[in-house]
């Protein structure tokens, strides 16, 4: 009897080991990976719903330190140092901690990450950058909070935080001239190894950021004749440089020749780009 007994006890003790009953997460977890020119940027949180709440001024007080989503503290990572607000901040991940209020909210980004919530004590050691950002009042109201990283171009973007009617955007810049720069002075001193898209990479990247024109024109010029006049896209830059320097009538040649290659190709959204700049420049 004991043994039967024993055995029972066995049995339900491994059924409850086994047993993992999963439900819904009530603000399930978000991971979001976004390359911000050359910079890797990470934002990991969780998503509370409103449910029927008011929420700011309410369930998130104002003038208050708020973790920025739920349980565990959301997180930023930057892959490389930035700068937030006109403020510098190495590279790494931070707690994104927020205060906010109705017409301003301050947006801090703590180097202690290990938090379940807001930290017990607080370390102003740990703070890496403290900015203060207006509040835009949105027409249609986020029930699920979320954060977003938007407004992408080469050079840096904006970290939104999003819930109930409000916006906050926080931008930030990256170092993507400093990395892109580095890395076209390292290719180009190995002239023996370039292929046309390392010329043409070079420079569309100087026509892209406004720099040196006649530099980009004579890395697409040699892009475009290494490659034998296939590539539509890089006559289509070439192009658009020629255009820039007041060269038009390389300009047009260009652009013709790209547009029958784009036709070749069947690539419909450079034959229009094509003839678009050739009406402009009143050759069609």
Not at 168 to 173: T, Y
Not at 247 to 258: I, N, R, Y
């Amino acid at each position: 009897m004991k043994k039967l007994v024993l055995l029972s006890f066995v049995a339900l003790l491994s059924f409850g080991v086994e047993a993992q009953i999963q439900t819904p997460a009530p603000s399930p977890f978000s991971k979001l990976e976004q390359k911000v020119g050359l910079t890797d940027v990470t934002v990991e949180y969780s998503r509370p719903n409103m449910r029927g709440r008011k929420v700011f001024g309410d369930l998130v007080p104002f003038g208050e330190l708020w973790r920025t989503g739920a349980n565990k503290n959301s997180i930023i990572t930057f892959s490389d140092d930035v700068t937030i607000e006109g403020k510098a901040v190495p590279a790494g991940s931070y707690a994104i901690f927020t205060r906010p209020n109705e017409a301003v909210w301050e947006v801090i980004f703590y180097s202690d990450t290990e938090n379940w919530g807001t930290p017990q004590e607080w370390d102003a050691s740990k703070v890496a950058a403290t900015v203060k950002v207006e509040t835009y009042t949105m027409s249609e109201s986020i029930e699920t909070f979320t954060m977003t990283i938007d407004d992408l171009y080469n050079n840096g973007a904006t970290l939104g935080i999003l819930w109930e009617n409000t916006y906050v955007g926080v931008k930030f810049v990256v170092p993507t001239v400093e990395k892109a720069l580095a890395s076209i002075q390292a290719t180009m001193a190995n002239t023996a190894d370039l292929k046309a898209n390392d010329y043409f990479a070079a420079g569309s990247y100087y026509f892209s950021e406004g720099m040196n024109m006649e530099q980009a024109k004579e890395w697409v010029d040699k892009a475009v004749e290494m490659d034998g006049g296939k590539a539509y896209w890089m006559m289509r830059t070439q192009s658009l440089i020629y255009a820039k320097l007041g060269f038009m009538k390389g300009a047009v040649e260009a652009a013709k020749k790209s547009l029958v290659a784009a036709q070749a190709a069947g690539n419909q959204d450079y034959v229009k780009m094509n003839k678009d700049s050739l009406k402009e420049w009143a050759e069609m």
